[in-house]
């Protein structure tokens, strides 16, 4: 065993990746590591993070953080879901929304049994979600189950402003011995092996450390610009490269869920918190120009600009490692997915939490860093399919007055994809069937919706469905609907209950 003990740990970046890395890793280790930060107020956060999925419950919960002080000091709002908006065709919508649709019976699916009932309406499928029906009304509660039902709760997410979460983590993490530098760096010192053995600052400060964390964004400072990681580029499947991010007084009402909304060339969010709303336009610079795109975000704010458009410009994709020898790339600087189902932060927090299980000890091990890289890119590319799911099944056209506008959409529709999507669409199109591999973020549900919201209706369901004979099927989904229908009744607003928070 290799007795060189693992001690000093430096973070090379601040900002939600950075904060949430000091915080996880000083809250889980206590006292066995000395913990650095060096970031710079000179530099900015790209600060797009601002919507959630449901895990990052977990991850405040294990900080010990209460979820009205969260909510209190972000300025956050719930979330129950994503509401698609003109990504099937122009004016369709559906919503991706969270938790459990229906209740399935034994070993088969809910879905499959409301496929034998052989709707007219594709749109009846969110009847039988408690989340969905409870985000169109603008409604919320914490309900771990429906009262005297055998329907789970409600599941959600969050709405948040990053940098205030940022601010809430930075003082977390000092208050618990993290010692932040103020700083840029400007090179570092490798050793023989090819390890980082320390980092240099602007003001000549030199800091060593044993372990260090890249949490640098797009400059990505120690794992490319010092250790020269290679990049795997995924834009020939998503062509977006470029988003203006804008915030606007807020709207009302306080809606519990993110829109996006496709336009011509690209899409826009739409990220409701106390304060203000967030917004941004992601699109392909091949299909429109920056002044064209910053022009179509501010057209389709709900208030009044908060300031001036901030352009951000991304090549979608991953490292080819994202832990290489004594470096560990979290954040942006690991690789970048565009947010459109809000997995940015939630890789922030699966890097941490794997980083804790593999964290070294005695030494690094090749071992724990192939493993580590194995289960990162594994992650990176089921969310990658998840994303282009959405881009390759739409049905959008060209806009009769504007000439070539679907041509990012079309190209999209035409384009090869990875064969791991390729059996997913397959495979539900046939028989309604939805695969998962192991610890795959996205649910059943969530791919069904997604499937079923941009127009791909299975030809056949499972035969275990027919179990149950039409008569009591029809009273089983129609005792679903009221009960979630109760239960939505009895909640109070979104903005009712976070007052009372």
Not at 358 to 363: D, Q, Y
Not at 467 to 490: H, T, W, Y
Request: hydrophobic letters at 35%; a negative charge; proline letters at 4%.
């Amino acid at each position: 065993m290799n007795n060189n003990n693992i001690k000093d740990i430096v973070i090379v970046g601040g900002g939600t990746s950075g904060w949430m890395t000091a915080a996880m890793l000083v809250r889980l280790f206590k006292n066995q590591l000395n913990i650095t930060l060096i970031e710079s107020e000179d530099i900015g956060t790209i600060g797009v993070g601002e919507a959630t999925i449901p895990p990052l419950q977990i991850f405040n919960s294990v900080l010990g953080i209460k979820e009205a002080d969260f909510i209190k000091q972000t300025q956050a709002s719930y979330k129950l879901g994503i509401q698609f908006e003109n990504w099937g065709k122009q004016n369709d919508s559906y919503m991706h929304a969270f938790g459990d649709i229906g209740k399935d019976i034994g070993y088969t699916q809910f879905h499959h049994y409301w496929l034998k009932s052989n709707p007219q309406d594709t749109m009846s499928f969110w009847n039988y979600s408690l989340n969905y029906q409870a985000a169109k009304t603008n409604k919320f509660d914490i309900m771990n189950s429906v009262a005297g039902s055998p329907l789970a709760g409600i599941t959600h997410a969050y709405h948040f402003d990053a940098t205030l979460y940022a601010q809430m983590l930075r003082q977390y993490s000092e208050n618990l011995s993290v010692k932040r530098i103020e700083g840029l760096i400007t090179s570092a010192q490798l050793t023989a092996q090819g390890d980082i053995e320390s980092v240099l600052l602007k003001d000549g400060q030199v800091i060593k450390g044993d372990l260090f964390i890249d949490c640098s964004g797009f400059a990505a400072l120690l794992i490319e610009k010092q250790l020269n990681v290679g990049y795997e580029n995924w834009q020939h499947w998503l062509p977006c490269d470029s988003a203006y991010a804008v915030p606007c007084e807020r709207s009302e009402p306080l809606v519990p869920f993110t829109r996006s909304i496709a336009h011509n060339a690209g899409w826009q969010w739409r990220i409701p918190l106390q304060h203000r709303t967030g917004n941004g336009l992601v699109y392909s610079s091949k299909h429109i120009s920056d002044d064209e795109a910053k022009t179509l975000l501010l057209k389709n704010l709900d208030g009044k600009p908060l300031a001036e458009p901030r352009k951000i410009k991304f090549k979608t994709g991953r490292r080819e490692k994202q832990w290489h020898k004594n470096c560990v790339a979290i954040g942006l600087s690991s690789g970048f997915l565009e947010p459109l189902e809000s997995t940015s932060l939630h890789l922030v927090q699966s890097a941490i939490i794997r980083l804790t299980k593999f964290f070294p000890h005695n030494g690094i091990q090749q071992t724990n860093i192939d493993e580590y890289n194995r289960q990162s890119q594994r992650e990176f590319e089921q969310i990658r399919d998840f994303i282009i799911l959405h881009y390759h099944v739409n049905q959008r056209t060209n806009s009769p007055n504007i000439p070539n506008t679907a041509d990012l959409w079309q190209q999209c529709r035409d384009m090869p994809i990875p064969e791991s999507l390729q059996q997913k669409i397959d495979l539900f199109s046939a028989t309604g069937t939805v695969t998962r591999y192991q610890d795959e973020l996205f649910t059943e549900a969530a791919w069904i919706q997604v499937l079923l919201g941009q127009g791909i209706t299975p030809l056949d369901y499972n035969p275990l469905a027919n179990g149950i004979s039409q008569p009591d099927l029809n009273e089983f989904l129609s005792n679903v609907e009221q009960i979630i229908a109760r239960a939505v009744d009895k909640m109070p607003s979104h903005d009712e209950f976070i007052k009372r928070l």
